[in-house]
């Protein structure tokens, strides 16, 4: 969790607060707090953030971060009761959790962090899967010597079940909801965000989005 934190704090700015949206058990946010002077974390699930205290506890920097139980829309109202209106961060980062966000939802996301953003500020959309990549990695492609018959069959199954699933309403993905990086190019422009896409180094198939203020 180390080194997949020291990727992430490349994309990151190193400023005085910021929030982690769906921060689990702080496995990546006891490094996260190293750079910053305060840091909110929020997550949807208590025991979760039972476990995120006691591990914030055990690196011994769980004075400077804040825990919010609270869900995507909630968590902008908490922030407000519990630090002010204007209080706005230097860094919203969220890491595997578009993948259980719809796009209404993820829009409704990017609208309240862009408002809780300071004017230098980045939003960091970690890990997000990318459905063509996912298929690939699925049958077995990216671990094959070379592109084998069988590989061939589960790509076509893979596909073939992916385009069943959404035509039933459900997510193509197993891991959930899965995104083209043009997805969140085309949100970007709604608030005039630069929008970055970068690879993953330790997921074939997720990719990272880093947005930032256009100046």
């Not at 996301?109 to 500020?121: R, S, V």
Request: charged fraction near 25%; proline fraction near 2%; include cysteine.
């Amino acid at each position: 969790m180390e080194k997949e934190a020291k990727e992430k704090l490349l994309h990151l700015n190193f400023g005085e607060n910021m929030l982690d949206f769906g921060c689990g058990s702080a496995d990546l946010l006891v490094y996260y707090t190293q750079n910053y002077k305060f840091c909110v974390g929020a997550d949807n699930s208590k025991p979760m953030l039972e476990k995120a205290e006691e591990r914030l506890t055990k690196f011994q920097n769980n004075g400077k971060v804040l825990l919010i139980h609270a869900d995507n829309q909630q968590i902008w109202r908490d922030v407000e009761n519990k630090l002010g209106k204007d209080f706005k961060f230097d860094c919203i980062t969220a890491g595997q959790v578009m993948q259980y966000l719809t796009k209404p939802q993820i829009a409704d996301f990017l609208d309240h962090a862009a408002l809780h953003l300071t004017e230098n500020g980045k939003i960091c959309l970690f890990d997000i899967v990318d459905l063509r990549t996912y298929e690939l990695w699925k049958s077995g492609l990216f671990k094959a010597n070379s592109f084998n018959f069988s590989v061939v069959i589960c790509l076509v199954f893979n596909r073939l079940r992916n385009t069943l699933k959404k035509i039933s309403g459900k997510p193509a993905c197993d891991m959930g909801y899965a995104y083209p990086p043009s997805f969140f190019a085309d949100a970007a422009r709604k608030h005039n965000f630069n929008v970055s896409i970068i690879n993953s180094m330790y997921y074939e198939y997720r990719y990272h989005v880093i947005l930032t203020h256009t100046q």
